[in-house]
């Protein structure tokens, strides 16, 4: 049995292991769980794991006391604008994970906006129904009003109603590639030519599809244009702990150059401590995850990204080619990219997801349409084969009416 935390005697490691261990065997099994919790295969993970416990104390507030961590910084940022065919003047940071970078994002445009194109009224930034709640926490927090735009019926951004959307307190606008929900590109190339056209600030949420869309691209998979080749695009964040397979959590955010960089970050001195730069939230910040993603990228190398890119297709392609074996279920969203939802008929599409539940699979739920998500990584090639059996043993208990729910 635990005891209370702060007990009044402390615990020897031996102890602590075994009780660490046993809390641990109900999480996740993440050679079955099929949720959208990204993570690398064991040996890649003991290459993040390594570097990170060398860093496992530093702290990247302390400017100039760790000089190897900045350098790490830097040639995060330069391989990650290199991807995103950015050019020399891209500017940008590594950031605690993609909720920040889009935080970011926003809080630049907004003072962007303010110096550059000021509005009457309360500031807008117009994003589709499924862009991530990042958005509209950001907006919330930093006094903005985040308008949601209906899906197109092909579950993409609408450009025609977005651009009916924007109004004369609009300063930005948002596109997911892909979004996390239904695992589709946006009409990028449109809505950089609507950004352009109103002088809209355009970011580019590709915190999924960075680091994976160009070896995508590579394999001959169709990926439409999405990052800085578009003139319009002002800033993009690119989520490192997923398909970069790095430790979390870590995420980069860039802008097109140092003037909208600029922005980001806020300047302050009113205090006995001199000048202060303030570019994330927080002032410590971990340098463990910086190290430990610049060595799983040192160690893979294009031809590892390349190598693991090859896997999720085929493991995406046998989930496809599975589910379209079983009459029941049909997909709802074109799966192009990573991720695959679909739906059920004849039973509750979510009663699948509690008895899949029950077998140690894990899928998500996307509520619109009502539909599971897989969020398709390297180590599903392994799984398909047992998910795909439990797929379809469940479906058959649903269908015949006998099944097992939590
Ligand atoms: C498209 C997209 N943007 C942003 C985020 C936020 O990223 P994080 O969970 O790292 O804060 C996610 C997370 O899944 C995402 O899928």
């Given at each position: 049995m635990?005891?209370?935390?702060l007990?009044?005697?402390?615990?020897?490691?031996?102890?602590?292991e075994?009780e660490?261990?046993g809390?641990?065997?109900?999480?996740?099994?993440h050679?079955?769980?099929?949720?959208?919790?990204?993570?690398?295969?064991?040996?890649?993970?003991?290459v993040?794991k390594?570097?990170?416990?060398?860093?496992?104390s530093?702290?990247g507030?302390?400017?100039?006391a760790?000089?190897?961590?900045?350098?790490?910084?830097?040639?995060?940022?330069?391989?990650?604008?290199?991807?995103?065919?950015?050019?020399?003047g891209?500017?940008?940071t590594?950031m605690?994970?993609?909720?920040e970078?889009?935080?970011?994002?926003?809080?630049?445009?907004?003072?962007?906006?303010?110096?550059?194109?000021p509005?009457?009224?309360?500031?807008?930034?117009?994003?589709?129904?499924s862009?991530y709640?990042?958005?509209?926490?950001?907006?919330?927090y930093?006094?903005?009003?985040?308008?949601?735009?209906?899906?197109?019926?092909?579950?993409?951004?609408?450009?025609?109603?977005?651009a009916?959307?924007?109004?004369?307190s609009t300063?930005?606008i948002?596109?997911?590639a892909p979004?996390?929900c239904?695992?589709?590109?946006?009409?990028?190339?449109?809505?950089?030519a609507?950004?352009?056209?109103?002088?809209l600030w355009l970011?580019?949420?590709?915190?999924v599809?960075?680091?994976?869309?160009?070896?995508?691209?590579?394999?001959?998979?169709?990926?439409?244009?999405?990052?800085?080749?578009?003139?319009?695009v002002t800033?993009?964040?690119?989520d490192m702990?997923?398909?970069?397979?790095t430790?979390?959590t870590?995420?980069?955010?860039?802008?097109r150059n140092?003037?909208y960089?600029?922005?980001q970050?806020l300047?302050?001195?009113?205090?006995?401590?001199g000048t202060?730069?303030?570019?994330?939230?927080?002032?410590?910040?971990?340098?463990?995850?910086?190290a430990?993603a610049?060595a799983?990228m040192?160690?893979?190398?294009t031809?590892?990204?390349?190598a693991?890119?090859?896997?999720?297709?085929?493991a995406?392609?046998?989930?496809?080619?599975?589910?379209?074996?079983?009459?029941?279920?049909?997909l709802?969203?074109?799966p192009?990219?990573?991720?695959?939802?679909?739906?059920a008929?004849?039973?509750d599409?979510?009663?699948?997801?509690?008895?899949?539940a029950?077998?140690?699979?894990l899928?998500?739920?996307i509520?619109d349409p009502?539909?599971?998500?897989?969020?398709?990584?390297?180590?599903h090639?392994?799984?398909?084969?047992?998910?795909?059996?439990?797929?379809?043993?469940?479906?058959?208990?649903?269908?015949?009416g006998q099944?097992?729910?939590?």
């Amino acid at each position: 049995m635990t005891e209370e935390l702060l007990g009044e005697n402390g615990m020897d490691w031996a102890s602590l292991e075994a009780e660490l261990d046993g809390a641990r065997a109900n999480d996740i099994d993440h050679d079955k769980g099929l949720a959208f919790v990204v993570h690398a295969d064991d040996a890649l993970t003991e290459v993040g794991k390594k570097a990170y416990l060398k860093y496992f104390s530093s702290n990247g507030v302390a400017q100039g006391a760790y000089p190897s961590l900045a350098r790490f910084e830097d040639e995060l940022v330069r391989a990650t604008t290199d991807l995103m065919r950015g050019g020399e003047g891209v500017v940008g940071t590594v950031m605690p994970a993609g909720t920040e970078s889009c935080f970011m994002a926003v809080k630049a445009a907004r003072d962007w906006a303010a110096a550059n194109r000021p509005v009457t009224g309360t500031p807008e930034i117009l994003v589709a129904r499924s862009a991530y709640p990042s958005f509209a926490k950001a907006a919330r927090y930093l006094g903005l009003n985040e308008v949601r735009v209906a899906l197109a019926d092909d579950l993409r951004a609408d450009v025609a109603a977005m651009a009916q959307a924007v109004t004369d307190s609009t300063i930005m606008i948002v596109a997911s590639a892909p979004t996390w929900c239904h695992g589709v590109f946006d009409p990028v190339i449109e809505l950089d030519a609507l950004a352009r056209e109103r002088n809209l600030w355009l970011h580019v949420d590709a915190c999924v599809g960075g680091f994976l869309a160009p070896f995508f691209k590579k394999l001959g998979q169709s990926v439409p244009d999405f990052d800085f080749s578009l003139p319009g695009v002002t800033s993009l964040s690119a989520d490192m702990h997923k398909y970069g397979y790095t430790p979390k959590t870590s995420s980069v955010i860039l802008y097109r150059n140092a003037e909208y960089a600029a922005y980001q970050s806020l300047d302050f001195d009113d205090w006995p401590g001199g000048t202060y730069g303030l570019n994330a939230f927080t002032a410590s910040r971990p340098g463990a995850p910086v190290a430990a993603a610049w060595a799983v990228m040192k160690h893979l190398g294009t031809k590892g990204y390349l190598a693991e890119a090859k896997r999720i297709i085929a493991a995406r392609d046998a989930l496809v080619a599975g589910i379209e074996t079983m009459p029941a279920l049909h997909l709802t969203a074109p799966p192009e990219f990573c991720v695959v939802t679909f739906a059920a008929t004849g039973f509750d599409v979510f009663a699948l997801a509690d008895a899949l539940a029950v077998k140690g699979w894990l899928a998500g739920r996307i509520r619109d349409p009502r539909s599971l998500h897989v969020m398709v990584v390297p180590r599903h090639d392994r799984a398909m084969p047992g998910f795909l059996a439990a797929l379809g043993e469940t479906v058959a208990e649903l269908a015949s009416g006998q099944t097992r729910t939590a």
